[in-house]
């Protein structure tokens, strides 16, 4: 039986050099609980304004696909360049990443968590 452990913190905490991970399928909601607010139930404040920052490669890479004009089916005819983009969304969340932790920055990291051996290593 798992147990949880409600995390309560104050409105005016900093939330420096925390992090927090969403891990789930694609569509299973982890994006809009951080646009929701975790703890939206009880006071309804939302990640960001608490000074948190969210690392998630889509957003660059959905930024991309519209500058480049691609679709959002991922039609295979646009796999290589569609590739190309998502491997540069990545690079640029990455280093994002890591000035939010030399910032020593609090994050929300949003992904599948399909690899867990990326996430119990050192980033």
């Not at 798992?2 to 569509?27: H, Q, R």
């Not at 948190?52 to 959905?62: A, H, P």
């Amino acid at each position: 039986m798992k147990s949880y452990t409600e995390l309560l913190e104050g409105v005016y905490d900093p939330n420096i050099f925390k992090a927090f991970f969403m891990a789930g399928g694609p569509g299973s909601g982890k994006s809009y609980a951080v646009e929701l607010g975790i703890g939206q139930a009880q006071k309804g404040v939302k990640v960001t304004t608490q000074g948190l920052k969210v690392v998630n490669s889509d957003d660059v890479f959905e930024k991309y696909l519209r500058d480049a004009q691609l679709n959002f089916k991922m039609d295979a005819n646009q796999g290589k360049q569609r590739d190309t983009l998502r491997t540069r969304a990545k690079v640029i969340t990455k280093k994002k990443f890591n000035n939010y932790v030399e910032g020593r920055l609090g994050m929300v990291i949003d992904g599948t968590g399909k690899d867990y051996s990326k996430i119990t290593t050192d980033a």
